[in-house]
């Protein structure tokens, strides 16, 4: 507890310095890049037409579980918190060895890092979530208040990333491998978590599957999305998974922050 107290008192202490770097490592990314910032789009929305030609209404024409709802509008819910995520995770992994000139200055606090890279992702997400609702208000869709309740998931999504970005961040220091490691655990991730299809092939089958799908932390992610876009379910329906979903992260989060930090003193002598 005392490891997660000495974070959050480390963050407002340097929440300028944050917001800043943050901001700087988003506009790194596209310097150079003729079309820029359009690239952040492009392969989310390129992942989301191949997703819908193959099981939409052209493909393996899979029907939405949630009634009058079109294939895409059931889809893009659950796959932006995904995109967000994997981004966050895979970027996050890396921090360390990105930003080794300020790991190695012994008055820099290390521990921002992960969160500053965590941050920059979270501009992309907020890009992609303004597209969302762009698409279901095209597509006839009324708003609706619990579309208000994406902030709250949008923030179990970056705690949960960071958690797990903690853990990994410090490990890749000494183990190289570990990105390649977390890349290969991303794509079985994907297709774990009922995003581009309906959970009910499954579970139909075998009932006990259910819980097997509801022990990813992930799924109360996928699950509040869509109940915040499409059925205007509150997070507070589902109490049971909302409990199981903080413990998860919270005991995530102490024990990445408390390898972080008996590793913490070996990162400059390693990078």
């Not at 690239?39 to 579980?65: D, E, H, N, R």
Request: with cysteine; hydrophobic share 55%; proline share 5%.
């Amino acid at each position: 507890m005392n490891y997660l107290t000495s974070l959050l008192k480390e963050l407002v202490a340097k929440r300028k310095l944050i917001w800043e770097l943050s901001k700087a490592d988003f506009r790194k990314r596209f310097v150079g890049s003729y079309f820029g910032v359009v690239w952040m789009f492009i392969q989310p929305i390129v992942t989301v037409l191949i997703y819908w030609l193959i099981f939409g209404p052209i493909g393996f024409k899979s029907a939405p579980p949630v009634p009058n709802a079109s294939y895409v509008q059931w889809l893009i819910p659950g796959i932006a918190p995904w995109f967000f995520f994997s981004e966050a995770l895979n970027c996050g992994t890396g921090c360390l060895q990105e930003y080794n000139y300020l790991v190695k200055k012994v008055v820099f606090k290390v521990e921002i890092l992960p969160v500053i890279k965590l941050i920059s992702c979270l501009f992309v997400h907020v890009f992609f979530v303004l597209i969302m609702f762009f698409v279901f208000l095209i597509s006839g869709k009324k708003p609706e208040l619990s579309w208000i309740q994406i902030i709250y998931y949008s923030f179990a999504t970056s705690m949960y990333a960071l958690a797990l970005t903690y853990l990994t961040s410090a490990i890749q220091v000494f183990f190289k491998d570990m990105a390649q490691i977390v890349s290969i655990c991303l794509q079985f991730g994907m297709w774990l978590t009922p995003i581009m299809y309906d959970e009910a092939i499954f579970t139909s089958r075998a009932s006990w599957l259910e819980w097997v799908f509801k022990l990813n932390p992930f799924y109360y992610i996928a699950a509040g999305y869509r109940d915040s876009m499409l059925t205007g379910s509150w997070f507070f329906e589902r109490p049971t998974m909302t409990i199981y979903f903080w413990v998860v992260t919270f005991i995530l989060m102490i024990i990445g922050l408390k390898v972080f930090k008996k590793l913490r003193p070996h990162f400059s002598d390693v990078l």
